[in-house]
């Protein structure tokens, strides 16, 4: 079955401090993926995408993805991090089947940031 | 842009109580989705709509209606609510396929009593 899995339920860092969030995925061929964030009683809102080509792709508020076939993983990276990068991140992926495509979701990862 | 309007933001409701909640998209997006979120269990598809007038079950259907009368709504009914039940419904719309960008509204809490 396809799946999206974050391995981390919360991570803490240290403000100013860089971080990888971790994400793996179990599908047959190479699905779109995508890391959404949740800042608190909000919506999730898209930081980036990946479909194909540079394996390295670049989202907004310095952050980047860097997606490994044979790996399968989809980490997200951030060089130096700042208070306001608290939120709740989600790793998706989705098989383009032609009609009947959905978005699957990892469980999320809660970014704690330290003074 | 657009926004996606959920209403209400809190839902409290009695064991058993059929519920509704609303949610708009002025995006003219053609497919919209019901997600439940969860504490630690992320996101769950309820229901999906790739048009005005279809519905599309997703893996957490059972327990819900849906209806998509208009391009621009999506209604998701609680047949019947569950005691103690506490959840985040998140709608969200992209334009054809999951591939795209969803964008998402801030959601309705649902407690029952």
């Known amino acids: 079955a396809q799946s999206v899995t974050q391995p981390d339920a919360r991570v803490t860092v240290s403000e100013g401090a860089s971080l990888q969030l971790r994400c793996k995925y179990s599908?047959?061929?190479?699905?779109?993926l995508f890391w959404y964030v949740q800042y608190q009683r909000q919506g999730l809102q898209l930081l980036l995408k990946?479909?194909?080509?540079?394996?390295v792709v670049q989202g907004v508020n310095g952050f980047e993805a860097e997606f490994s076939k044979s790996d399968s993983s989809f980490h997200l990276r951030k060089a130096s991090v700042h208070w306001s990068d608290s939120a709740v991140y989600f790793c998706?992926?989705?098989?383009?089947?032609?009609?009947?495509?959905?978005?699957?979701f990892g469980k999320g990862t809660q970014l704690i940031i330290q003074p | 842009g657009g926004i996606i309007t959920q209403t209400p933001k809190f839902l409290i409701g009695q064991e058993g109580q059929k519920l509704t909640l609303k949610c708009q998209q002025n995006?003219?997006?053609?497919?919209m989705y019901w997600y439940r979120q969860d504490s630690g269990k992320g996101l769950r598809l309820i229901y999906y709509?790739?048009?005005?007038?279809?519905?599309q079950k997703g893996d957490l259907s059972e327990g819900y209606d849906a209806s998509r009368e208009k391009k621009s709504s999506f209604s998701l009914t609680v047949t019947s609510a569950q005691k103690n039940e506490m959840a985040v419904f998140l709608c969200?719309?992209?334009?054809?396929?999951?591939?795209?960008?969803?964008?998402f509204g801030a959601g309705t809490r649902l407690s029952v009593l």
């Open positions: 969200a719309s992209s334009i054809a396929g999951s591939q795209n960008t969803l964008y």
């Open positions: 599908y047959s061929g190479t699905p779109y």
């Open positions: 990946y479909y194909s080509g540079d394996p």
């Open positions: 998706a992926a989705s098989m383009n089947t032609g009609g009947a495509d959905r978005l699957t």
């Open positions: 995006f003219n997006h053609d497919t």
């Open positions: 709509s790739i048009t005005e007038n279809d519905l």
